[in-house]
């Protein structure tokens, strides 16, 4: 191994890996960042990028590789330790206590002390002092809860100024915020990179990298892809780099008759996550909603799936307007919806695969009344057989494997014809042949003349999937693309649009 | 990854447990067996053992009787705790309902000439409301059941000292005080509609969707919720259930005392949640049921009619109780993956 260190100053990684299981979630990636310069981290949904600043942050062990700081080895065992070391990672979700005031975040942990008691005198002023200098204009006496997204990002900031990092990581501090505050981050940046600190700047906006990175890397599937050494890097060469691959397999359904309309949304909004979302979705049509994380996405099909209330708008199902604040309502005007996270909100694991099934069907299942195990067995056994579930259904359904859970959860929505069916996230974390069978059952389900959603962070399987996509950002529509004219970089390039 | 492992371990435990061939295989399919009895059926195998060979007069028929006369009030409360448990909430008024609904009901009976009828009912109305208002408060108002029903238990308990300015009131009437007495087949009538109220629930919790639907809301309620389950309502009914159980456990309560005081109750909070717990039922909800809930109440009573035998110090008998708890828990525990 190579112990001599690449260079005297500057924070390097070498090969770093990490696998989770037989997952490689990191596979060997390099980068170097010297004092004073900015390194922009660029890569699309589960790329590595948040895995690589964890471990720099000290936040995850590495698998494997090596790191130095200013020329001496580097290994933080802690958030801690990379602190103490110089290093400071930005989080992406805020991580303040809504309880404590402003100069107490800040303070946390190491809290100033005099004669044994906390001294609140020197603590605010040092508060003020920082927060000043950093442009923020807020009382650190006064409670974080109730502050703005934005003034809870500076103050994030503020609290990593504090410890006088030489390094500093910014996972997506843009991401929550709109334009003009999103403006005083970069100059935070600006201010930092001129005092000669080295930062690792990740965001989805490329247009912000652009004028700030002196450097850009680009990871994808756990790979470091490229490496753009000078500025100003092109957007199109961004977007080629992220998405770059080839597509191996198409699954498309027949094309839509286009003549029924199986759901009108429009002018959908909700306060705080989405407005004006307008789409139709005809019967045997897949409709993939494509976007980054946070773009809205699954907050949109909450709504129309009755999960979340929806604060304006119409939905039409099959030209008939319907209005419901339940996922039961939904469910009784044809929607229903697959959600995300199969072991948070889709499954009770600890129940068996059977039970899961029938569960939102036991009242229209009984007779009389009365459900008996027989009939719950029934319809779990004639599901197992529909959809090849491989596993024993009277087992909790955590026994089971990711892609045969991911297979009892749509079983589960598929006892009954929903008019239309909505999917989000509807392989994640599953394997290939699973993946394959979950395509064919959504392909099948269109060709049969149901209207089908699929929400995904995959570009590819949107792509693949759909018939046309509708591409979102920052909680906003910004195009609908039909499947022949969209390319990845066109999805891309308007999600990543503001 | 965990996924896989617990996949192959099951299945390596399920080859053990059919191949039972050689001599390790025979002893092995035996320990499976026996690990499919439920742990709290044991424990209560070993102390009525125990208790057998401690005391001549343990078993025997007229004890056996008094064992299950003495639980039928805390059996019948420990029913809707146990339906509040599984849905993963908590309801610390119910010895307050007791105590409210029974002083409402002899209030009514002996200072407004009430026929007595009607004043239970009234009582058992009572029962219910709180039981609405607990629901209400933990559902729509988003208290946690802890805070919501240690008010309304709170607010009970002064409102049955409230009624008689803290008086008992006795004299019940003679026909309602035999129901204490009568014997069915030879068993008391009140253990008989314990019973009843167990095989009801039980049929509800396995054969009703709704009954069902609190093991859903228990593990999640979210995924209970976007199943299109009317999980609040669900919610509302159990605490109702809780309310109306423990009024029932009052009017038992009176019939053997043949009097309302209006501290009545209030003592048995905490032994009804032992009962579910010892049960098997997890405060985290989700899980717990009436066999596990009856197995548990009678460890509780043989528990306290044998060390009464033995004349076991009654101070002594509420840390016995607390070890039995704790090794109850501890035994139930799944073995982690």
Redesign the interface.
């Known amino acids: 191994m190579d112990t001599t260190a690449p260079a005297p100053t500057g924070l390097h990684a070498s090969g770093l890996k990490k696998s989770?299981?037989?997952i490689e979630v990191l596979k060997s990636v390099d980068l170097s960042l010297a004092p004073g310069r900015v390194v922009g981290l660029i890569g699309e949904n589960g790329a590595g990028k948040s895995t690589f600043n964890a471990i720099i942050a000290g936040v995850v062990a590495p698998s494997g590789g090596q790191m130095w700081l200013d020329g001496a080895p580097y290994s933080p065992q802690s958030p801690a330790d990379a602190i103490n070391s110089g290093v400071a990672l930005i989080h992406q979700e805020i991580r303040l206590l809504p309880g404590l005031s402003v100069a107490e975040n800040l303070f946390l942990g190491r809290l100033p002390m005099k004669a044994g008691r906390v001294d609140r005198a020197r603590m605010e002023q040092e508060a003020r002092a920082v927060l000043e200098t950093l442009g923020a204009h807020v009382d650190p006496r006064r409670p974080v809860g109730g502050l703005t997204m934005a003034v809870q990002q500076e103050i994030e900031i503020a609290k990593a100024v504090l410890r006088k990092p030489r390094y500093v990581i910014f996972d997506e501090p843009t991401a929550a915020l709109g334009e003009a505050e999103a403006e005083n981050i970069i100059d935070q940046v600006l201010r930092m990179k001129a005092a000669g600190t080295g930062v690792i700047y990740v965001s989805h906006r490329l247009d912000e990298v652009q004028r700030l990175c002196d450097e850009v890397v680009c990871l994808r599937d756990g790979n470091r892809v490229t490496h753009w050494a000078t500025r100003p890097v092109a957007k199109d060469a961004m977007i080629n780099a992220m998405v770059g691959r080839a597509f191996t397999f198409e699954h498309h359904a027949p094309a839509p008759s286009r003549d029924k309309v199986a759901l009108e949304v429009e002018g959908a909004g909700r306060a705080g996550a989405f407005r004006d979302i307008s789409f139709t979705l005809h019967e045997g049509e897949i409709l993939g909603i494509a976007g980054l994380v946070g773009a809205g996405r699954t907050d949109v099909v909450r709504a129309i799936a009755g999960?979340d209330r929806l604060d304006t708008g119409t939905i039409r199902v099959a030209g008939q307007a319907v209005q419901f604040r339940?996922?039961?309502g939904a469910?009784d005007a044809g929607i229903f919806?697959v959600?995300e996270d199969r072991k948070?909100?889709?499954?009770?694991l600890?129940?068996s695969a059977a039970?899961n099934i029938t569960?939102?069907w036991?009242?229209k299942?009984?007779r009389f009344?009365?459900?008996?195990g027989r009939t719950v067995n029934a319809v779990a056994e004639r599901q197992r057989q529909r959809f090849d579930i491989r596993g024993r259904l009277g087992?909790p359904v955590?026994?089971?494997?990711?892609g045969n859970?991911q297979k009892v959860l749509l079983a589960?929505w598929l006892v009954e014809e929903p008019k239309v069916f909505i999917v989000d996230e509807p392989t994640r974390g599953v394997d290939v042949g699973a993946k394959m069978a979950i395509y064919q059952i959504l392909r099948d389900l269109a060709a049969g003349g149901m209207g089908v959603i699929v929400v995904s962070s995959e570009l590819e399987e949107v792509l693949g999937l759909s018939h046309r996509i509708l591409v979102m950002s920052e909680g906003q529509a910004r195009g609908v693309l039909p499947r022949d004219k969209a390319s990845p970089k066109d999805v891309m390039a308007l999600a990543v649009s503001a | 990854m965990s996924e896989v492992n617990s996949n192959l371990h099951g299945a390596d435990r399920h080859v053990r447990a059919t191949t039972p061939g050689a001599q390790g295989g025979l002893a092995d399919g035996a320990l499976a067996i026996l690990r499919r009895v439920p742990g709290p059926l044991i424990g209560l195998i070993l102390v009525f053992v125990a208790f057998s060979y401690l005391s001549p007069y343990f078993l025997t028929y007229r004890n056996m009787i008094n064992i299950f006369s003495q639980v039928s009030e805390i059996g019948i409360m420990a029913v809707g705790a146990a339906l509040v448990i599984i849905i993963g909430g908590i309801d610390l008024s119910v010895g307050a309902v007791v105590a409210l609904s029974l002083m409402v009901n002899a209030w009514l009976y002996r200072d407004f000439g009430v026929p007595f009828v009607l004043s239970s009912l009234i009582g058992l109305g009572v029962g219910a409301l709180v039981g609405l208002i607990n629901g209400v408060l933990s559902t729509y108002g988003r208290i946690q059941p802890f805070v919501a029903t240690l008010a309304t238990m709170s607010a009970c308990s002064g409102l049955a000292l409230f009624v008689t300015n803290g008086g008992p009131v006795t004299g019940f009437p003679d026909w309602f005080t035999a129901f204490a007495s009568t014997r069915i087949l030879g068993l008391p009538l009140e253990s008989l509609l314990m019973v009843a109220i167990y095989l009801a629930v039980a049929y509800w919790l396995t054969f009703r969707p709704t009954g069902r639907a609190l093991y859903a809301i228990g593990g999640s309620e979210e995924v209970a919720r976007l199943s299109g389950i009317d999980t609040r309502r669900v919610k509302v009914l159990v605490y109702i259930l809780a309310g109306l159980l423990a009024a029932v456990a009052a009017l038992v309560l009176g019939a053997r005392l043949d009097s309302a005081h209006p501290t009545a109750g209030a003592s048995d909070l905490l032994s009804v949640i032992a009962v579910v717990v010892i049960g098997g039922a997890s405060l985290a909800g989700g899980n717990g049921g009436m066999m596990g809930t009856f197995i548990g109440l009678l460890i509780i009573g043989v528990l306290r009619n044998g060390m009464a035998l033995l004349n076991v110090s009654p101070n002594l008998q509420p840390v016995v109780i607390g070890i039995a708890i704790i090794i109850a828990v501890m035994l139930d525990r799944k073995p982690a993956n």
Not at chain 1, 344 to 348: C, E, K, M, Q, V
Not at chain 1, 369 to 372: A, V, Y
């Open positions: 989770y299981g037989a999960a339940s996922p039961r469910m919806m959600p948070g909100l889709g499954l009770n600890d129940r039970e569960l939102p036991e009242k299942l009984a009344g009365q459900i008996t087992l955590s026994s089971m494997s990711g859970q589960k």
